[in-house]
């Protein structure tokens, strides 16, 4: 694992405040299958919560009827105690939530600039927008999340799977996000990268975002998740801090969708 | 692609590598191709004509002929860019001929009562025929854009109903003589003569310079590599050269002797003796370069260009990054339709009264055009530039090959085969040089 065994929770999370976020009983269904069958989970502002299921469990759903791309069927969203509507992607920005998709979610034929402010370009006087300005900005970034990064004029299909989700993850973390989504956003990163996305979301952390991670990797979950809320077939098997239960643990709950004994 | 920049300090000095004299220039190879084969259809026809095809007289008049498709072209551009098509810009084009036509010569005289030949009337007649325009256009892009509706299905749809709804405004009748005033934006009937066609072309040169400088300021002031000066001074001479060049051609092609005399006698003087006057800029390749300018600056420089770009790239990112992607449909097909109702004006004027067939086939050229000029039917890759060499080149063909005395059948093979040929060559380049 890349990811240093010895690093410690900085401090623990506090949770007798009113949570960051809160999703309560979110359904969604396509077709007749329900993809998300009543999940709730919470999160609360300096704390990880990642996200685990098998594939198809509805863990990607789940996070997009958060980040406005899905509509959900049923179920509410409160934001900092008070009901919030996300009806589309926009509303979702307006409560500072930015979202890292698995699918990434770049136009292919614009570069890193544009991909980065896209819906947000940066403007001169004349209202014109200002490239320069943009690349300038993107190139500061990068250099924090990926200074290997050198294709600033290339369009990003000519970029690597790494590079592009390089990418991905400056756009969500570069807007001075409260809520942050991540949907398994090193699953294309060389180590090296994994530990800078690691070390990136330990200082968010500490900067007092909620983030929410989607990640196969129960050892990285355990290192850098505060709680894990496990998914099986669309439904939620249970939210366990990580502290308390080992890596086996974590698993079985994945695979046979039961909670620990010690725990329940 | 394979990444070889283990070593980071190469970053600041990466672009200072080797480079050949072309990627120096930093010109699009795309576009030197259209140039390049531009200029070898234009020499073929000149010699095959014996040095009729590259006159002045027929310049201006090959020049007049492209400008109402590739005004359309432009937006073509952007609705193929946004993975969509538009079937019906020739009929929504004898469309809004046919309401301008019946406004300057029976609407606007009977309900306003101004008489036929007031100066307000080609005023009124163009800007509620632009509206028309804008209106129907943005009516078909709401059925894509919100009902959902493909595009090929509304637009082919629009064909039948907007070539028939002109057919009923007019009954069916020829209608004209248009108004003089309105004839001006044809082509022949409204130029600029030689002082003024200099005066615009030391503008548009100007700009250009000035386009050139700020790009390249700029970079500098965020620590961008820039060309080479000498690149820089190349590109810009070009630039120059051939915006003065045209307006020279353009300005050497003299009114006949015959038409002074009878501008003269309109006036009842006589022609003094040894006076001679250049045509110089027709009006409509002024309009046409404005829209192009303008288009360019839309596709390059505003949020609106940046989202159409987008969208047409990845549709669902487009979305998932805040973007309106419905409302950006119904924009872009709004544009197309204000676009055909200029090209309504000019295409109408040129001819100096509205026919019921005017337009006819314009979709499938306007279509052709903005391929041949690389835009991608697959979405997110396009240029307004290339769209106007595309309606150049397909003009070039197209009349060079009447003067020669090739049939009308053996024509519109030829142009078909090149429109095929034009979308193998790019499908290959783009493999090879592994764009999209
Ligand atoms: N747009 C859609 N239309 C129809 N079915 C969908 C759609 N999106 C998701 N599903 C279905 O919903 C279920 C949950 O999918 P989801 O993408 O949330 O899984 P996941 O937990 O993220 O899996 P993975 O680990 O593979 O990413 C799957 O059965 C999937 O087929
Ligand atoms: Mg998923």
Redesign the interface.
Known sequence: MAVAETLESPKPVDRSGTPLVDLRDISIAFGGIKAVNQVSVDLYPGEVVGLLGHNGAGKSTLIKCL?G?YHKDAGEIYINGEQATIN???DA?RYNIE?I?Q????????DAA??LF????L?NLA???????M??ETRKIMGRLN??F?KFSA?V????GG?RQSVAIARAVYFNAKILIMDEPTAALGPQETQMVADLIDELKRQGLGIFLIDHDVHQVKNLCDRAAVMKNGELVGVVDVDAVSVDDILAMIIAGKRPEHLS | MAETTANSDAASSEPAQKRGFVQSLEIDIRLLGMIAAFIVICVVFNLLTGGRFLTPRNIFNLTIQTVSVAIMATGMVFIIVTRHIDLSVGALLATCSAIMAMMQTAWIPQFFGLEIGHPMIPWITIIIGIAIGTLLGSFQGWLVGYLAIPAFIVTLGGLLVWRNVGWYITNGQTIGPLDETFRAFGGISGTLGAQWSWIVGALLAAGALYALMAARRAKLAHQFPVKPMWAEALVALFAVGGILGFIAILNSYQVPERVLQRQFAARGEEVPEGFTAAYGLPISVLLLIAIAVIMTVVAKKTRLGRYIFATGGNPDAAELSGINTRMLTVKVFAIMGALVAISAVVASARLANHSNDIGTLDELRVIAAAVIGGTALAGGVGTIYGAILGALIMQSLQSGMAMVGVDAPFQNMVVGAVLVLAVLIDTIYRKRTGDR
Do not use: C, H, I, M
């Open positions: 980040s791309a589309n992607p926009r920005r979202t998709y699918t990434l979610a770049l136009a292919d034929n614009l544009s991909n896209l819906g947000r370009e403007t209202g014109l927008v200002d490239d320069a300005a690349e300038a200074p290997n050198k369009p299909s000519a970029l690597s590079q």
